[in-house]
């Protein structure tokens, strides 16, 4: 299993954009789930998506973020808890 999970919605504008930061920060492999149909991610994430979610340690980056933050966020392992307002 890839440690990292970017969930998102279809045709999710901001979607993308976190798609293209993923690619500007030269993200590792990541796996995409939709939660659209899935009622339990869609309790649990709804319109905060995207959110970039460490598989292995439970934390969540949530948008928005930028290529630093992004960097930032691997770099310390996703170990901090990055969430928005936090």
Request: proline share 5%.
């Given at each position: 299993m890839t440690p990292l999970v970017l969930?998102?919605?279809d045709d999710c504008h901001l979607?993308?954009?976190a798609l293209e930061v993923l690619a500007q920060a030269r993200t590792p492999e990541f796996?995409?789930?939709?939660i659209d149909g899935?009622?339990?991610l869609?309790?649990?994430y709804g319109t905060r998506v995207p959110v970039l979610?460490?598989?292995a340690t439970g934390n969540e980056l949530e948008w928005p973020f930028d290529a630093e933050?992004?960097?930032a966020w691997l770099a310390a392992g996703s170990r901090s808890d990055a969430r928005s307002g936090a």
């Amino acid at each position: 299993m890839t440690p990292l999970v970017l969930f998102q919605r279809d045709d999710c504008h901001l979607c993308d954009l976190a798609l293209e930061v993923l690619a500007q920060a030269r993200t590792p492999e990541f796996d995409s789930v939709f939660i659209d149909g899935d009622e339990a991610l869609e309790a649990r994430y709804g319109t905060r998506v995207p959110v970039l979610c460490d598989a292995a340690t439970g934390n969540e980056l949530e948008w928005p973020f930028d290529a630093e933050q992004l960097r930032a966020w691997l770099a310390a392992g996703s170990r901090s808890d990055a969430r928005s307002g936090a």
